[in-house]
Nanobody, 123 residues
Framework: VQLQASGGGLVQAGGSLRLSCADS????????VGWFRQAPGKEREFVAT????????SFADSVKGRFSISRDNTKSTVYLQMNSLRPEDTAVYFC?????????????????WGQGTLVTVSS
């Protein structure tokens, strides 16, 4: 597995978590990286994406103002900071490398999906 997501866990509503997406092959410095999530019984949905140099970010409406995304290409790692978590944020979170330098909101342009990390938000 090239990308490894970590940092998930159980948190109370209103709490925070920071997810990490590490590239073991250190090959995504020229690629956008996206975060997606899949809740039980639901389809996978876009959460956030960051361009190759961190200059362009995009978020799903449901997480705007609560989540932020950043990257450290020297560490081949992308971070998803999640604040003010809600029970509806409960899902398995996946990261993936885009084929392009600027990411899109559709999963079609992403490859190298990592293993997800489970985030559970209790009410």
């Amino acid at each position: 597995v090239q990308l490894q997501a970590s940092g998930g866990g159980l948190v109370q509503a209103g709490g925070s978590l920071r997810l990490s997406c590490a590239d073991s092959r250190r090959t995504f410095s020229n690629n956008a990286v996206g975060w997606f999530r899949q809740a039980p019984g639901k389809e996978r949905e876009f959460v956030a994406t960051i361009s190759w140099n961190g200059g362009i970010t995009s978020f799903a409406d449901s997480v705007k103002g609560r989540f932020s995304i950043s990257r450290d290409n020297t560490k081949s790692t992308v971070y998803l900071q999640m604040n003010s978590l809600r029970p509806e944020d409960t899902a398995v979170y996946f990261c993936a490398k885009s084929l392009y330098s600027i990411g899109a909101t559709s999963s079609d342009g992403y490859r190298s999906w990592g293993q997800g990390t489970l985030v559970t938000v209790s009410s």
